[in-house]
């Protein structure tokens, strides 16, 4: 069992940078690849980006690409996300997800373990 906690949202301007973070309980975190969604109300949610369990691979959407980073400290049981030159398009509930496969994170929205959420609003 893995819950997850996000953290790091707020209300930004255009071309502003935030870092989100999302906690994880349990000693198993570390066995995780990871993820990061967003969702905007009346729409399904969508990948954002991914990370295997020992970092060696990363995967972003295109429209965040060269934009967004992830990363994690598996020490710390914390996934990020470093989201620069921030657009007004990026507002929406940021999820972060952890699936034992990487592929089930990168290409499906059925991770089995899911965080509650951290509203990202970007003004113009």
């Known amino acids: 069992q893995v819950q997850l906690v996000e953290s790091g949202g707020g209300s930004v301007q255009a071309g502003d940078s935030l870092r989100l973070s999302c906690v994880g309980s349990?000693?198993?975190?570390?066995?995780?690849?990871m993820g990061w969604f967003r969702q905007v109300s009346g729409k399904e949610r969508e990948f954002v980006s991914a990370?295997?369990?020992?970092?060696?691979?990363?995967f972003y959407a295109d429209s965040v690409k060269g934009r967004f980073t992830i990363s994690r400290d598996n020490a710390k049981n914390t996934v990020y996300l470093e989201m620069n030159s921030l657009k007004p398009e990026d507002t929406a509930v940021y999820y972060c997800?952890?699936?034992?496969?990487?592929?089930?994170?990168?290409?499906?929205?059925?991770?089995?373990?899911w965080g509650q959420g951290t509203q990202v609003t970007v003004s113009s």
């Open positions: 990370i295997t369990w020992n970092s060696g691979n990363t």
């Open positions: 997800a952890a699936d034992s496969d990487i592929f089930v994170v990168v290409s499906t929205t059925r991770a089995r373990y």
């Open positions: 349990g000693r198993t975190f570390s066995v995780y690849a």
